[in-house]
């Protein structure tokens, strides 16, 4: 289990500064990340990679010459904010455009796809790359729905030799993509993880079984077996790789042989060893094959297997070397004595507060009360949350929740005391959330709190109305960016009768306390009907199977945060 | 848990071919460990390291120039046998003498310093080098008494350095010393490590407690304590090396911050976070700092934090360019292309057969069929008799005795189908024993039984007195080697009463099965007795103390074997 840490919610943030103070000759801090010390020469294509806190070396391991030029560390196990990946992308930007490199998770697809958006908007050409090699987490028929687990080392090592060698932006995000293409893996996991402060693991696996296909959040894999010999074990990794073994072939592969946390290099080694000989049956030659810890996941027991099927620029971008603290490849030129190293320290500034009206003032001052009383209830259902979550998911919902509903009320309690309006505070409150919480939950609460902010006015009281119509933008804007549908098994499923049950009871005249109540008892019982859905998202099936008979954690914690609201209304 | 392996006892010798393998661009395999796969400068001091296995890097990462020559593997845990360390040495000699390098643990003190003193008879000037760096181990007033843990890599990278600059073995000896006197460790454990095969940990620690000071074999440490926060964590490690900080020292050094398996490259991050505030504070100048992982435990959960104090040729030393598997420092020019890449695997010939008489060929089948019956009898005893050195040791005597005998009764099959006499048969057997069991008692059966073998002829039966005479020379022999007396806690305290009493019943007329059973039963009463004695031989008070009313598992194995002999005589 994870045992060293000050707060919990820390953990990330802690970690983060203390690798960058280890390798202060090697990589500059920036907020929420890290970027190469030395930066890449002007008019490079920069690739900045990232996802959840937890698998050390990626991401931040991967920073230096002929890798990434930056990294963005979310939470544990969450994905980091659409901000914080925008923001690392643009002090790492060189003039050449933006590679952003993540695993396929919802979460991540979601606040890099955003932030790349942003990044454009700025005028900084930025293209995404989902990494999607786990060929145990969907069908070879779904390619695009595959999570991406050690595949990450291999497509971003050829994205950062593409990226150095001096390619243009279209021609990096070209080869890097068919490298992704070219990659697949497959995992077993012997015991599960456990996040920072909490006594009990995310997931477990039966003592003296393997999870086979395992995810390295501990999605549910494909089976469980008795656990076998090593060369059994080798043989079990290896066979779902050649069953997709593109036609005619030469066989020249990049292999990485990944231990997940707890499992020891001896035994990677061991297992090396019989690899060795499947791959000469196989008739495959390898190039420079790699043992040993490169996507883990905390303390979790088990290890992967990725292949990278090579052509000669595959293989050349491969074999060219690389330098960062937790992969190093040939024989590289010392950065010049005396070279500039980045220090870089500013956030964001804070943005002028407009006023309200005496009225919105008030507004805003009940308004922070709600959110205090959310925060407290998010913190205490936080466990049972996670609990729901990892039935489905990597178990971070709760942490999440939790973690963005205190930054939205603490954020809500300062804009209120400067004087701010309803419409400021709530909106505020939304960046605030999402910016915290990070995740897919974190950007999608952000994004329906400053929706509905932009409906309540800085001048007036918010009434009923204005309250519904907010709530109606506020789920129109999550649909948007989230792009699921009700019956899906998101939050959706139970904001859509929230909402729908809000303007009912509004337009037939009740007051807003009598409407929002029972809007929040439809919620409530939508959430709980999310038990019998199966979830989309790109989830493989055994995971979706997991979650049958368990309701959605993202519908749960809203229905939730509706009933707190309604019973603070109803307190008046 | 250790999870992936085919037959337990094959893990090391399995892992030390996928080490090969995995790294086959960088090191040759050579019996028992692994050379630099492009050799040293002709003349150059020859840096060969090792010890047990498990411990990865320790000691196969640390190939590679300006670091090893060569890494000795034992068993998991056990020390490399005599013979193991001397061919490993021998094929990684360039002409400028040896430095074995190994941390002072009493099989490896035993083992290679063999090895040095059958190098020296060969004309291969040889030192050894004890690393003593853990301050948990003994007190400050008996540092040669020090276990050696993760201050291994900061001794063995200054020694290799140096040998690497071209210093003679005067030099390199002398500066290496300095390096493990400037030297000091101290570490803490959260859970133990569990064999490979093992279904039970080979020690625990109490569950949300932290073993302070506790070793890398599970050696107990100084005492037990609640889990803190990573900040009192940093404080627990760094308080202990700074007390032993040289007087008026200017505050350079060398830090290495350790994992020992299962803890988290994030985990440390963390740590080091506050690690690097609290150096600050004590005016420390940090030299290119090290957090990783680098002697390891198998899974065990914990770290070690590591100094050395520096001057300026020790500081010149550790900023040396470095580049084996497991550890790189700087940038190395290549190896020129097609540079010779070694193999090697020539093992040493098989020795010329003498035959012997026929009364001698009968005595030697009988002696074969005796080792069967000891082996048998070992190998239902593994388990138990691994418990009882778990008590004072690191609890791989069952395993150690196991793999000894069974090689001996092999080896003696061998030969005496091949018409050996019973001396010879004897003799070889030892030989046999000691290089497949490695360790203390490996060493020591194996000298004994060799000793003994050399008192029976070839020629004629060995009668009572021949076999008395030979048990003396045998215990002579162990006395010799292992430097032990009896009430020190070990086999001797066994060995002793057993030759005495044998010598007595044979000069009284006894027949062989008489006298030897009788002897038999003042071993096991002896070995019993051990029970109330404290072991000796370097180790640190509180393991003393922990082995108090448990026997002695090397008395132990003697008396069983004594029995088993006895019985075997006695049916005639």
């Known amino acids: 289990m994870t045992r060293v840490f000050d ?25 929420h990340g890290a970027l190469r010390a030395v930066p890449g020469a002007a008019g490079k294509v920069a690739l900045v990679v990232g996802g959840g806190s937890g698998h050390y070396p990626a991401f931040l ?30 002090a790492a930007d060189c003039g050449g455009g933006v590679i952003l490199g993540f695993g396929n998770y919802a979460g991540d697809v979601l606040n ?12 900084i050409d930025t293209r995404i790359l989902a990494v999607t090699d786990d060929v145990a987490s969907a069908d070879r ?19 950062g030799a593409a990226a150095e060698a001096g390619m243009d932006l279209d021609a990096v995000e070209a080869v890097a993509r ?7 893996s497959f995992g077993v996991a012997f015991d599960g993880c456990t996040l920072p402060g909490q006594g009990a693991p995310l997931f477990t696996v039966d003592p003296g079984h393997i999870g086979v296909g395992l995810g390295i959040h501990g999605e549910p894999g494909i089976r469980s077996e008795k656990m076998v010999p090593a060369a059994d074990l080798a043989r079990m990794l290896f066979e779902p790789l050649m069953a997709e073994r593109p036609e005619g072939h030469d066989g020249r592969v990049a292999v990485v042989l990944n231990g997940l946390g707890c499992t020891k290099y001896e ?71 005396g070279a500039p190293v980045r220090r870089v320290t500013a956030e964001a500034p804070q943005a002028q507060i407009a006023k309200g009206s005496a009225a919105s003032q008030q507004s805003a001052a009940c308004l922070s009360l709600i959110l205090d009383r959310v925060a407290e209830a998010l913190a205490d259902a936080e466990e049972e949350l996670g609990r729901i979550d990892a039935q489905a998911g990597d178990g971070d919902h709760g942490q999440g929740m939790a973690r963005g509903s205190s930054a939205a009320a603490a954020e809500a309690r300062r804009l209120a005391q400067a004087g701010a309006g309803a419409g400021t505070v709530l909106s505020m409150a939304g960046d605030a959330w999402a910016d915290r919480a990070g995740g897919t939950s974190g950007a999608l609460w952000g994004v329906a709190l400053r929706a509905w902010g932009q409906h309540l006015t800085d001048q007036t009281a918010p009434d009923a109305d204005m309250v519904a119509t907010g709530a109606q933008a506020a789920y129109d804007a999550v649909v948007a960016l989230g792009g699921a549908a009700p019956g899906d098994k998101t939050l959706i499923d139970a904001f859509a009768p929230f909402v729908a049950r809000l303007r009912e009871g509004v337009s037939a005249g009740a007051d807003l306390p009598t409407a929002w109540t029972a809007a929040a008892q439809s919620a409530t019982e939508a959430a709980q009907a999310t038990a019998e859905l199966l979830p989309k998202l790109g989830r493989a099936r055994p995971l ?16 939730l945060c509706a009933r707190v609201v309604g019973a603070e209304l109803s307190r008046g």
Chains 1, 2 share one sequence.
């Open 7 to 31: 707060q919990p919610e820390d953990f990330a943030a802690t970690a983060l500064a203390g690798f960058c103070a280890a390798y202060a000759d090697r990589v500059a801090p920036v907020p």
């Open 112 to 123: 890099f796809g955003a932030a790349a958006q942003r990044l454009r908007a700025e005028g």
């Open 141 to 159: 028929s779904e390619t695009e729905k595959r999570r991406g687990v050690a595949g990450d080392l291999l497509v971003f090592k050829i994205a």
């Open 61 to 90: 391991g991967y920073v230096g010459a002929g890798l990434a030029d930056a990294a963005v560390a979310g939470d544990v196990f969450a994905s980091p904010s659409t901000s914080a990946v925008a923001s690392v992308a643009r």
């Open 544 to 559: 979706a199977e997991r979650s049958l008979g368990h309701p959605d954690a993202g519908a749960v914690s809203l229905a």
């Open 178 to 184: 068919r490298a992704n293409a070219n990659t697949r």
């Open 267 to 337: 035994e990677l080694f061991v297992l090396w060893h019989h690899l060795t000989g499947l791959c000469q049956q196989a008739g495959l030659q390898l190039i420079q094959p790699e043992v040993g810890e490169f996507v883990t996941s905390l303390d979790m027991a088990g290890c992967s297997l990725s292949v990278m099927w090579l052509d000669d620029e595959l293989e050349a971008l491969w074999r060219a070397p690389a330098d960062s603290p937790a992969f190093r490849k040939g024989v590289l030129t010392p950065a010049p004595a």
